[in-house]
């Protein structure tokens, strides 16, 4: 962004609306929005409570093994199917929809078959991250240039090598976009996972401060899962970036 | 031109030994017809240049010699052994390259020492070799996007050479890469079959460029494709590479061809 030809930071706009929020809490608006002031203070007193860390461990780990179930499956399937015709005129009709299907609707069915517990809100974070990452490491697949394949087979390359030294690095621009995206998702699903199976981690949180009307509470710990996601998502686009030199010469 | 069919007849004489041979070739996508009943004998330690119209089945040939292609009958013998896929005594050259765009050019020159399991530090070695024969040393850890064309076609070149196939296939090889550079890879591509012993399949749009590096040129045409005629240039070929181009043998040779050719070239 540039005002008066000058360039600002990156990210300066928050600072505008982080004042235009300051603003509407002070005026007293609505009981939904304290002043940011409030709101950090609450979050520098709350973030070493134990109840904090509890509930920040608790969904760290449930958001970790949830992305890596998603991204251990979901990169080799979208590789597969980038492959093989037949794999993909099986599964992409299942993948599309659950990609735009509304998985909260299946959390109880998960809870059906897996129970009430962290099994259940990982499956439901794996859910929530998988999809975007097997359609994009299929399209990453589908995109690679014909004669590199050649190329690997002519010098008597075999399955697994093709695989590795060459599907999965010319589809890595793509496989990090993907997971990027399924990263945010499941920062979604394992906060639904945490609100509707089990109330435990920073859902319990969420609960807990709404039904008591701990508006500042509640704001705070959502500043901290946003900061969160945002920190994983840049690292992931600082990731893409490390390729981009050769996204656009495959 | 008698001169090059005496010496057809005298090769024939001499019964030359053949690297590679291909047998009643016949190759089809769908209800195209690529190849049909193509027989070609190409001789060990020279180059033969397959030229042609376009979708007359140059590709198709060179694929299948390689084995990433299976003909639909016939077969192609490397050293008298059937061909039934890739293998190590066959190397592509590649009219895009084909490079690892993420490996850097020793590790692409190294790739097919690599897939072939060989030691990273002995196949650093040979291809840090073949780096300096091809003239990129210096640019060992540059990245293909770093470099030019006709530096990334080097690169192709070095990585086919470095895992020493007797038969190097290269297809269009210097399309890609601007006139100049063109000529100089058309005099170092002389050079290197007189001085290694491989044998050289070559597939060209350029006439010329054909009668100047080959030993033999096979003309193929389209619908039946098929080998036509077989040309050996041969009266010129040890008079020096500067004085190729204005020999008359040379300029005859280019003529004749282009004039079977163009009825094909709307
Ligand atoms: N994968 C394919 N599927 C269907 N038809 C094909 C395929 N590859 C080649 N063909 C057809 O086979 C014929 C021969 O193709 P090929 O690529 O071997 O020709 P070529 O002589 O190399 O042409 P060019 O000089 O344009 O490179 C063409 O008519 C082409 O349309
Ligand atoms: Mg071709």
Redesign the pocket.
């Known amino acids: 962004m540039t005002v008066f030809g000058r360039r600002l930071p990156g990210m300066s706009s928050l600072i505008l609306w982080g004042l235009l929020w300051e603003v509407v809490g002070r005026l007293g608006v609505t009981f939904f929005i304290p002043p940011l002031s409030e709101v950090l203070v609450t979050l520098f007193a709350t973030i070493g409570t134990p109840a904090f860390t509890k509930a920040l461990s608790e969904t760290a780990y449930a958001f970790t093994m949830g992305v890596t179930s998603a991204i251990v499956i979901g990169v080799p399937v979208g590789i597969l199917m980038g492959k093989n015709r037949l794999l993909d005129e099986l599964l992409l009709p299942w993948v599309n929809i659950f990609l735009s299907a509304p998985l909260t609707a299946l959390v109880p069915v998960l809870m059906v078959l897996f129970g009430f517990g962290m099994k259940s809100i990982i499956i439901t974070t794996t859910l929530f991250a998988i999809w975007i990452i097997i359609l994009n490491s299929r399209a990453g697949v589908m995109q690679i240039n014909r004669s590199l394949i050649e190329m690997a087979h002519s010098f008597g390359a075999s399955p697994i090598d093709a695989f590795v030294k060459i599907y999965f690095w010319a589809a890595l621009p793509e496989i990090l976009g993907g997971v990027r995206i399924g990263v945010i998702r499941a920062v979604k699903g394992v906060i639904i996972g945490q609100l509707l199976i089990s109330i435990v981690g920073f859902g319990a949180l969420f609960e807990l401060y709404s039904a008591n009307f701990l508006m500042s509470h509640f704001w705070a710990v959502l500043i901290v899962l946003f900061a969160l996601a945002f920190t994983i998502s840049e690292f992931l686009a600082f990731l893409e970036r490390r390729v981009a030199y050769y996204a656009a010469k495959r | 031109m008698p001169q090059t069919r005496d010496a057809a007849a005298l090769h024939q004489a001499h019964d030359v030994d053949y690297a590679v041979t291909a047998h009643k070739v016949s190759k089809n996508?769908?209800d195209?017809e690529?190849l049909k009943d193509l027989s070609l004998e190409f001789p060990r330690g020279q180059l033969t240049t397959l030229l042609?119209p376009?979708?007359?089945?140059?590709?198709?040939l060179l694929k299948i010699i390689a084995g990433l292609l299976a003909p639909n009958s016939g077969e192609i013998q490397v050293d008298r052994k059937t061909v039934t896929g890739p293998g190590p005594d066959r190397a592509f050259v590649f009219q895009d390259f084909a490079l690892l765009p993420w490996a850097s050019v020793i590790r692409n020159v190294a790739f097919g020492l690599e897939l072939r399991g060989v030691a990273k530090s002995e196949r650093e070695g040979i291809a840090e070799k073949y780096i300096q024969d091809v003239g990129l040393g210096g640019f060992e850890n540059s990245f293909p996007h770093e470099l030019s064309g006709g530096m990334r076609q080097r690169v192709g070149l070095a990585r086919a050479l470095a895992v020493d196939a007797r038969v190097l296939l290269m297809d269009e090889p210097f399309s890609a890469v601007d006139e100049q550079t063109r000529r100089k890879f058309q005099e170092d591509l002389l050079s290197l079959v007189q001085h290694e012993n491989k044998t050289f399949i070559f597939v060209t749009?350029s006439i010329e460029e054909a009668v100047y590096v080959s030993d033999q040129i096979a003309i193929l045409l389209p619908r039946p494709s098929r080998v036509s005629e077989i040309i050996r240039p041969s009266g010129f070929r040890n008079r020096g590479s500067e004085n190729i181009r204005r020999d008359p043998e040379y300029l005859d040779i280019v003529d004749r061809i282009w004039s079977s050719l163009r009825s094909y070239v709307e």
């Open positions: 996508y769908g195209v690529a042609g376009s979708g007359c089945g140059k590709t198709t749009h």
